[in-house]
């Protein structure tokens, strides 16, 4: 985009998925800006209490695989404001990726919805835009890919070294599916296909039985 980055102001509300490290978004912020970015597993909450909400251009509040309407309500279908999701795609434990997905409802202020790309891609980082729903548009996609390949491990189609090897030289992926989620965390896949299958009663979402054992071995160990 050629639109200059606007000014922003950051509130770190918590451990946040998307900036757990030092960040030039974060660290090119001011006490005040056209834009007010909430960080943090706390920034739904941290939006409630917000004032003056209509002074920003743009206010960005950091989403789990939640609705953006979970935040800001939602009514006939024409909700929208100046106020967007975002979420820096993560898988498990792995580092953050320079793709920011913004979250955009029907009635969103286009110039809210272009300052919030500006100020993105203004440090460094990549932008796709999507409707409001559950999951947004990476894990809708890969999700199931993931639990399929989970299931098919325990079907004894292949193993797990032939199936990675597969996918890796016949569609040119870097890692197989079964070496990123171990490498990341099954235990993370199994959380967000959790939560994605209780919001969207899709049995795709449901989590693989391989997820839930990584699940309940976590829980296990904090017992």
Avoid: W
């Avoid at 978004?25 to 920034?43: P, Y």
């Avoid at 999507?130 to 193993?159: E, H, M, S």
Wanted: charged share 20%; hydrophobic share 45%; proline share 5%.
């Amino acid at each position: 985009m050629s639109t200059s980055a606007p000014t922003h102001r950051v509130i770190q509300t918590g451990d946040s998925r998307s900036f757990p490290e030092a960040h030039p978004l974060i660290e090119r912020a001011s006490a005040s800006g056209e834009v007010l970015v909430l960080a943090g597993a706390g920034a739904g909450r941290a939006y409630a209490e917000v004032a003056g909400k209509a002074a920003y251009v743009a206010i960005l509040i950091e989403l789990g695989t939640e609705c953006l309407g979970v935040h800001t309500g939602e009514s006939r279908g024409d909700e929208g404001s100046n106020v967007l999701g975002f979420a820096r795609f993560r898988l498990g434990d792995a580092k953050p990726s320079d793709l920011v997905e913004i979250v955009r409802q029907p009635n969103t202020a286009p110039a809210a919805l272009a300052a919030a790309q500006a100020l993105f891609e203004a440090s460094g980082l990549k932008t796709a835009v999507c409707a409001d729903f559950p999951g947004r548009i990476i894990d809708r996609l890969v999700r199931p890919y993931y639990n399929a390949a989970l299931g098919r491990l325990d079907a004894k189609l292949a193993t797990a070294a032939d199936m990675d090897l597969t996918l890796r030289l016949g569609l040119g992926y870097p890692q197989g599916p079964i070496e990123l989620l171990e490498g990341t965390g099954l235990a993370a896949h199994h959380d967000v296909t959790a939560a994605l299958h209780e919001a969207l009663g899709d049995p795709a979402y449901a989590p693989a039985r391989r997820a839930q054992v990584a699940k309940a071995r976590q829980l296990k160990g904090r017992a």
